[in-house]
């Protein structure tokens, strides 16, 4: 008894001695609702928002400021349960296997990919060369007159007359080839196999010596004259092998791959899809401390969008109400440098189009113009072109002209749309209403309502900062 006593006592050291290494190698730097926090983690976050190329970099302690509230929002999305949504989860499961299915993918299965690539290769040659021909082209419709054949080939006959004559073959598809994809290289079609061309030219140059030009042939399409520029065997798989490697990945290969060996897991393990993701998923990140990291970088991103969502930005741009009085109490904050004309640029294709939409569009509020513009102008074809925005004086010549009486250098109106108007209003000092700096208003209230939401879960949650950690930040 005293003996297992001792070996149990053994194996408790052992275990709290592993523990406290593993505590001295990535000890916690701060505990955020009871839940700790490596410093690992805050490294791999830090560092990533504060590379080289970063504009505003910060320093470790103003940095922590930013990572507590990311955090914080992620514990209140937890506690709302966001994390249950079926929405959150696919969305969450398919960033996360981007990065774990090429994983997944053995160097093995991937080579035998790329060979079995290049057998097919040889097995479609059949055993004859590689060729690159070049050809002179005089389309002839199938549907084409007696004359009009007769029309093609005496075009084609000219034009190997010229070339019997000494005339460079490259020069002459350029000038007078009808297959302009290829007149532009010179006739030259690319390099070649067995089935890639209409069969009649496929045996035609296989029967032809490196160099040799061809009496004109008509195929289906029309007239040529053919070139053999060359001919090859396939170069040898360690030369391909690279070329075939990045044209499969291009393609998705690993991700087949990949696939294919979730499939034959599940279908040998009675799991679920889903579930071997999971499982793997965890296995990898246990073993890669920055996968793990970039894993949880998605859940909790992911998580941190939807709280911010339901809780800030979507209720902060619909409480009309309040912007009004956000505006109100900070209107100074939006006064212009520069008077801005808030309305409706109109250019029509006639002047009487012009008076006709004015008149309608004063039935309506602004933000219903657009509407209006399309549905009762616009339905069938644009005959009124219509911008509506804060126009700040000196962006645009012809709101300067006709709403500040501007008139540097001549606007020209399109020849399209001669007729120019604009409806809407002067503003000098500043927006007259909310909506007349809409987009700024929204983004700064829902600013304020942020850093009242992170206050409140400040006082909500717990939050401890170890000081003589957060000093070993990439210092270890």
């Not at 983690?41 to 930013?66: M, R, S």
């Not at 294919?260 to 599940?266: E, H, L, P, R, T």
């Not at 520069?338 to 409706?344: E, L, N, Q, R, T």
């Amino acid at each position: 008894m005293h003996r297992i006593v001792s070996i149990f006592s053994l194996c408790l050291l052992c275990f709290c001695s592993l523990f406290v290494a593993a505590q001295e190698s990535d000890p916690v730097i701060m505990r955020i609702n009871g839940k700790d926090v490596p410093r690992s983690e805050f490294e791999y976050n830090y560092n990533k928002n504060n590379t080289d190329g970063v504009i505003d970099k910060k320093t470790v302690e103003e940095y922590v400021d930013l990572f507590v509230n990311y955090k914080l929002k992620v514990e209140a999305a937890l506690d709302a349960r966001l994390d249950t949504l079926t929405s959150y989860q696919q969305e969450f499961r398919s960033y996360r296997d981007q990065q774990i299915r090429p994983l997944l993918v053995s160097p093995v299965a991937e080579e035998a990919e790329v060979q079995k690539y290049y057998q097919q290769m040889l097995d479609q040659l059949e055993g004859k060369q590689l060729l690159q021909p070049a050809h002179i082209f005089v389309h002839v419709a199938q549907q084409a007159t007696a004359e009009l054949q007769a029309a093609a080939k005496v075009r084609i006959d000219s034009i190997y007359a010229v070339l019997q004559g000494g005339a460079d073959f490259s020069k002459l598809a350029m000038q007078t080839s009808e297959d302009r994809g290829t007149a532009q290289r010179g006739g030259v079609i690319g390099w070649i196999g067995p089935k890639q061309l209409l069969k009649e030219i496929e045996d035609k140059l296989y029967s032809m010596e490196t160099g040799e030009v061809a009496a004109p042939m008509q195929s289906t399409v029309g007239w040529h004259i053919l070139k053999l520029l060359d001919q090859k065997p396939l170069e040898p798989y360690d030369t391909l092998a690279p070329r075939i490697r990045e044209f499969l990945e291009a393609r998705g290969m690993k991700d087949k791959i990949a696939q294919s060996v979730v499939d034959s897991m599940a279908a040998g393990s009675g799991r679920s899809v889903e579930q071997i993701m999971d499982d793997e998923a965890e296995r990898l990140a246990a073993q890669d401390e920055e996968l793990k990291y970039l894993i949880r970088e998605y859940h909790d991103g992911l998580l941190l969008y939807e709280i911010c969502q339901r809780q800030i930005w979507e209720p902060a741009a619909k409480d009309t109400a309040a912007l009004e009085a956000f505006f109100k109490a900070n209107k100074k904050n939006y006064a212009y440098k520069k008077p801005h004309y808030s309305g409706a640029l109109l250019q029509a294709v006639n002047t009487d189009v012009l008076k006709q939409v004015k008149k309608i569009l004063k039935r309506y509020d602004e933000d219903q113009w657009a509407g209006v513009v399309k549905s009762q102008f616009n339905k069938d074809s644009v005959v009124v072109r219509f911008e509506r925005r804060n126009f700040e004086q000196g962006n645009n010549a012809m709101v300067d002209s006709l709403a500040f009486g501007i008139k540097k250098g001549k606007t020209r109106p399109s020849q399209k749309f001669p007729a120019v108007g604009i409806m809407g209003r002067k503003l000098k000092k500043g927006p007259q209403y909310w909506t007349d700096a809409s987009a700024q208003v929204v983004t700064d209230y829902q600013a304020l309502k942020e850093q009242e939401f992170v206050a409140e879960l400040r006082r909500r949650y717990k939050v401890e900062i170890y000081k003589k950690t957060l000093e070993t930040v990439n210092k270890h």
